[in-house]
């Protein structure tokens, strides 16, 4: 799921300078996307659309692994 988080978030932002962070909590996968200021909003799309397309082509992929699968966009700190 990791490689496809990136693969997505790359081609939207068309850069490499996010991390992604898994955690696993009770069979529930948590990727957390963090990223720079600039590109938080063409990740999150004009009214979340392009979020919630991720989350659940993300979803789908998780269900295949049979995990439930939650992403999150938080802002890059330096």
């Known amino acids: 799921m990791n ?27 948590n990727l957390r996307v963090i990223l720079p200021t600039s590109d938080i909003g063409l990740v999150i799309g004009k009214g979340g659309q ?17 995990k439930i699968v939650q992403v999150f966009v938080e802002e890059k700190t330096n």
């Open 3 to 29: 490689g496809l988080l990136t693969f997505l978030v790359q081609g939207i932002t068309g850069n490499k300078d996010f991390t992604i962070e898994e955690s696993e909590e009770e069979g529930q996968v």
């Open 50 to 66: 392009t979020i919630k397309a991720i989350q659940t082509l993300v979803r789908v992929r998780g269900r295949l692994e049979d």
